[in-house]
């Protein structure tokens, strides 16, 4: 699971985090709503460890992310907003060095690379340089490397962008599955349908702070509206 407590991120004079509490259960969805500018990336990137927080912590299965960093790293997987490829090394060649990075067998690696080709339809491109690849093929194959070692928490910035229908919909079927598997789910998006439709509980942030927390009736009953999420994100998130 995952745990803030107190999480809080200065930049010189600017609050980008502003002492956020919350507990996000084993098996849940959790999902990250908030305007550009928000603390969403930043947040997330407490979580993964690549940033150290001014104040407070965050914790993973127990494990502090500063302090226990390798343990708590070692049940987490991060999909950036940007996915990253070496451009020398095939898709299939990234992969295998990042199955033997987080020490899974070679067998293993193999199967499960297999089977991930099959389920993202990578087979066509994944033994091509990553130079050669459009924005979704990286995502597809970043995704899939995400999973190789069978993470406890997966927290995942934007993971729509760039998927075409087809793979925006496999993408959504895995995160449910992993969920249902007892994985932890941390995702920042900004297409709010995908909130509604894959979400068990939302966080509205808003100039650092969480501002609305729970289910789609709880954010409806705080935001006052019964339409759909966007109504009640815009309401929540607009300036007086």
Partial sequence: MIRLDNLTKHFGDTVAVNGLNLEVRPGEM????GPNGAGKTTTIKLIAGLLRPTQGSATLCGYDVQR????????????P???????KLTGREF??????VYGVDRSSVAEKIAHLSDLFEMEEFLDELGQTYSHGMKQRVVVSAALLHDPKVLVIDEPMVGLDPRGANTLKTVLKDLTRDGVTVFMSTHTLAVAEETADRVGVIRRGSIIALGDLAQIHAT??????LEEAFLRLTEET
Avoid: M
Avoid at 30 to 33: I, N, T
Avoid at 95 to 100: D, E, S, T, Y
């Fill in 30 to 33: 959790f999902v990250f709503v």
């Fill in 95 to 100: 992969l295998q060095f990042i199955g033997a």
């Fill in 68 to 79: 226990d960093y390798i343990q708590a790293r070692s049940l987490l997987s991060y999909v």
């Fill in 81 to 87: 907003d940007q996915p990253f490829l070496y451009e």
């Fill in 223 to 228: 935001a006052r509206t019964d339409g759909r």
